[in-house]
């Protein structure tokens, strides 16, 4: 099978560039319009089978452009923005996007996404040994997307916090310490203040998670660490 075909539409070139190197080093093929009206044009030419758009862009902007794919095709769209309002993601959703990443991104969250949205799209689900994803009360961690919800409600979650909330809910009931977190999560060269970084992502994550359920929490080990406690622990 042929490796699937992603068109990039931002104006801005570094973008393009770098989305193009992680995507390509995926084994993606990939195109690249910088304008509005150069991806409707590049859309009909190269028939891709997903395209990031981004919202502001010079001639057509991406709205515009979402709106002339729908009337044309079913092809998955996922809108890169930088405006983070509600308005803006509900909009595009609602004008047929599949998906939204708001910008600033991490390259392998987006890579991540737009495997998920294929999959999807294709009805070409990998065996469920190959999706990683833990679920509690009120809580879904999916690391195949990069996605984690909480009641229901999909919550905007940086990729290290969520590989974070991720690791630990793996592991219900552990204790981990923070060189243990950091070695897992940010990986052996990571050059930041060991116990600031852990503690800043998990003061974030509790923020997300408070009261969404009273069978599990993100406990504190005083002078050791952390782990994510189960009711039935």
Same mark, same amino acid.
């Given at each position: 099978?042929?490796?699937?075909?992603?068109?990039?539409?931002?104006?801005?070139?570094?973008?393009?560039?770098?989305?193009?190197?992680?995507? #390509?080093?995926?084994?993606?093929?990939?195109?690249?319009?910088?304008?509005?009206?150069?991806?409707? /044009?590049?859309?009909?030419?190269?028939?891709?089978?997903?395209?990031?758009?981004?919202?502001?862009?010079? #001639?057509?902007?991406?709205?515009?452009?979402?709106?002339?794919?729908?009337?044309?095709?079913?092809?998955?769209?996922?809108?890169?923005?930088?405006?983070?309002?509600?308005?803006?993601?509900?909009?595009?959703?609602?004008?047929?996007?599949?998906?939204?990443?708001?910008?600033?991104?991490?390259?392998?969250?987006?890579?991540?996404?737009?495997?998920?949205?294929?999959?999807?799209?294709?009805?070409?689900?990998?065996?469920?040994?190959?999706?990683?994803?833990?679920?509690?009360?009120?809580?879904?961690?999916?690391?195949?997307?990069?996605?984690?919800?909480?009641?229901?409600?999909?919550?905007?979650?940086?990729?290290?916090?969520? #590989?974070?909330?991720?690791?630990?809910?793996?592991?219900?009931?552990?204790?981990?310490?923070?060189? /243990?977190?950091?070695?897992?999560?940010?990986?052996?060269?990571?050059?930041?203040?060991?116990?600031?970084?852990?503690?800043?992502?998990?003061?974030?994550?509790?923020?997300?998670?408070?009261?969404?359920?009273?069978?599990?929490?993100? #406990?504190?080990?005083?002078?050791?660490?952390?782990?994510?406690?189960?009711?039935?622990?």
């Amino acid at each position: 099978m042929a490796a699937e075909k992603i068109l990039i539409v931002d104006d801005e070139k570094n973008i393009c560039d770098l989305l193009r190197m992680y995507l #390509e080093k995926d084994g993606f093929r990939t195109i690249i319009a910088n304008n509005g009206r150069a991806a409707l /044009q590049l859309f009909r030419e190269r028939e891709p089978d997903l395209v990031l758009l981004d919202i502001m862009l010079p #001639e057509l902007d991406g709205w515009q452009v979402c709106r002339e794919i729908r009337k044309v095709s079913d092809k998955p769209i996922i809108m890169l923005t930088a405006k983070g309002e509600t308005f803006d993601k509900v909009l595009g959703l609602e004008l047929g996007a599949d998906d939204y990443v708001t910008k600033p991104f991490e390259t392998k969250e987006v890579v991540a996404r737009v495997k998920a949205v294929l999959r999807r799209a294709g009805g070409e689900n990998k065996p469920d040994k190959d999706i990683k994803e833990v679920e509690y009360d009120n809580l879904v961690v999916n690391l195949t997307n990069y996605e984690m919800r909480v009641k229901g409600v999909r919550v905007d979650t940086p990729p290290k916090e969520l #590989e974070l909330i991720y690791h630990l809910a793996s592991n219900p009931n552990r204790v981990f310490t923070r060189d /243990q977190l950091l070695d897992s999560v940010w990986g052996f060269n990571y050059g930041g203040d060991n116990s600031r970084t852990v503690d800043v992502h998990i003061k974030r994550l509790r923020e997300k998670l408070e009261g969404a359920s009273d069978q599990w929490s993100l #406990e504190t080990i005083w002078r050791i660490g952390y782990k994510f406690q189960t009711k039935d622990s």
